[in-house]
Every structure is written in structure tokens, then in C-alpha cells.
């Protein structure tokens, strides 16, 4: 399945997974092309933007850290109740996959 992804503010198409960015605007996962992201994050937005992206090397690095964090939870009673935040970064981090990486190609 083949899906377009457009950026809803320059409306070129996304088309190489490597200059795809997707983040957290108003905890909502928002594709953008890398320049754009970087354009983004310093203007207005930047308040609500999340200037983690959720793909790329450093989200799977924190997502790989959420992962390990809920295992830890899971042995350690009292962290259960911030192992939320871990399931919910691991959320988002899916969500991203499935909704714009995987339509994307490398
Ligand atoms: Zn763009």
C-alpha cells in the first residue's frame, strides 16, 4: 500500500524516508521534511513543537530507552505509574511508523 504523505504547510510531497521528520506538535504525530522541522522549530510553533523527532537515530535511541525503562518498571513496583510515559512515548513512536514511515521509501 502506497500512501502520499504531504506536509501540510509547504505541500511538497515527502518522498525519501531520510528527509522525513515526524514530531509531536499539540500531541499530534506531524510528518515534516527535515528543513521545514528546522524552520519550524525556530518560529512560533516551537512552544508546542517537540524538538525531539520521534524517527531518525535519536527517537529510536529514546524509544529503545522507554522500552527498557517499562522492563524496569515491570521488576521495580513503585515506577509503575512513570512506565506512562515510557508506553506513551513507545505510542507515539508506533503510531509514526505505521501512519507516514512505512508509507515512505528508504
Ligand atoms: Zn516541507
Given amino acids: ?6 506536509f501540510d504547510k509547504c505541500l511538497r510531497e515527502i518522498t525519501v524516508r531520510n528527509d522525513l521528520v515526524t514530531a509531536i506538535l499539540f ?13 519550524d522549530l525556530k518560529g512560533v510553533k516551537t512552544l508546542f513543537l517537540d524538538n525531539q ?12 530507552l522507554a522500552i527498557l525503562f ?9 515506577m509503575k505509574y512513570l512506565s506512562i ?3 506513551i512515548q513507545i505510542i507515539y513512536r508506533l503510531y509514526s511508523y505505521f501512519v507516514f514511515e512505512r508509507h515512505i521509501e528508504k
Fill in 1 to 6: 500500500m502506497n500512501k502520499t504523505i504531504y
Fill in 27 to 39: 500531541f499530534e504525530v506531524v510528518p515534516y521534511h527535515e528543513n521545514c522541522y528546522a524552520k
Fill in 53 to 64: 523527532p520521534i524517527n531518525g537515530f535519536s527517537g529510536n535511541f529514546v524509544t529503545l
Fill in 70 to 78: 517499562c522492563i524496569g518498571c515491570f521488576f521495580y513496583e513503585p
Fill in 85 to 87: 510515559i515510557a508506553i
